[in-house]
DNA sequence: CAGAAACTATTGCACAATAAAACTGTTGTG
DNA sequence: CACAACAGTTTTATTGTGCAATAGTTTCTG
């Protein structure tokens, strides 16, 4: 499905650069899930990836309330209550009424939340500097260069996560 | 958590390049994996997405056992059971004893299946390729040598999909 | 200011995804 | 043939998910 020497896409169609462009992209992007995939089920194997998720929202955010849980993970906000309600149980996050506004609560990690979600993003950057420093050197560079005119022009700033990708 | 900028990990740890190529890569996973989850969400919004990791695995690997299923989406036999139960019913998926052995079943892609894996994996490589003719020429091939140089050093032969990645 | 409207979160219900264990039937092997 | 190994399903339990209804709280409005 993803041969790297394919250089077209339909017989009698000719697409001359950008279908290798895309095979080298998506065999990269295979790779790096991988690499998530595995930090993620080393380090955190008592939690699932949907939890993770939700621990990685408020690491990002802070201390937020139910709505934005939900909004950032994309889910309706019931699962959102629940996923929190397992997740105190595991002794990962907080949930107290927000003094300034009695109808919201506040979420946030706890201390073992907050060093879960540590170790993985730790390992996970472990892992791929790994794999870069086998690369042969003068690929790095571009590496760099060509990557962000890619992040560039798929016009996501690098902050802003896309939805869904946010565990990644 | 992942400034294109930052070349310092921890204050006081000097980590020159590696770190900066860490943080184009994350940043364009990211992205990769937000357009994948787009593609899915559009085509297959009658799917969901371990569904559609499983159509995946019978387009790439034909009729196959569910043994071989369960193994490929790395998750329980009863798991696939049910989730062949359910593609049956949709009619994605069709399930026969095999002839050769019968305490083995066959279960492969229906043309409706098969329709559908094809249509999201269309529209995401046409999205990734309009990505990339947004990129600057002078960036193309080099992201393509930057790509295989890193998907080299991962050690993934770029049709073997890791645990997980498939759908992507 | 009182009642209506909007907002925030939770609960009830239904179903999909998931694993572990028990179970059924089939194949292979001594 | 008896028994072990194998393939798949069923049972049981938990998690993730959305929709609809509900309960408080805050805000808006007449």
Redesign the pocket.
């Known amino acids: 499905m993803t041969g790297r020497t394919v250089s077209r896409s339909h017989p009698g169609t000719r697409v001359p650069a950008a279908d290798a462009v895309t095979d080298a992209v998506l065999t990269a992007s295979r790779l790096l899930v991988g690499v998530s995939a595995r930090s993620i089920a080393a380090v955190a194997d008592s939690i ?1 990836l ?2 993770f998720r939700l621990l990685v929202v408020l690491s990002t955010r802070g201390a937020v ?3 934005v849980v939900a909004e950032q ?12 309600d ?1 997740l105190i149980a595991a002794g990962m996050v907080s ?1 107290d009424t927000n003094p300034a ?5 506040v979420v946030q990690l706890t201390a073992a939340g907050g060093d879960l979600v540590g170790r993985v993003t730790r390992l996970r950057r472990k892992e791929i500097a790994a794999i870069v420093a086998r690369m042969p050197g003068k690929h790095r560079q571009e590496l760099v260069d060509a990557l962000e005119a890619f992040t560039e022009a798929g016009g996501e700033p690098s902050a802003a996560l896309p939805e869904g990708a946010d565990w990644i």
Chains 1, 2 share one sequence.
């Open positions: 699932t949907p939890q309330n139910m709505s993970l994309d889910v309706n906000p019931s699962t959102a209550t629940r996923m929190v397992r949930r506004s009695r109808r919201e609560v």
